[in-house]
């Protein structure tokens, strides 16, 4: 399996108020624990520990 770096979300803007719907409302903490919570879901999910080291890679870029 291979990271995908092109769009590949459906409906890209309401995957993102979603995103920002969960996290409406907690302080900084309870968001960091969720995002914290969906990136080892999502990890999981992908269970390629290649394609997880070159998506925590990209990730890391410019940081």
């Not at 108020?17 to 969960?22: E, F, M, R, V």
């Amino acid at each position: 399996m291979k990271l995908i770096h092109d769009s590949n979300i459906p409906d890209p803007d309401g995957f993102y108020a979603s995103l920002i719907d969960c996290l409406r409302d907690l302080d900084d903490a309870q968001a960091e624990r969720f995002q914290a919570k969906l990136l080892l879901v999502l990890a999981n999910h992908v269970g390629d520990r290649g394609v997880l080291a070159e998506a925590m890679a990209v990730a890391r870029r410019g940081l």
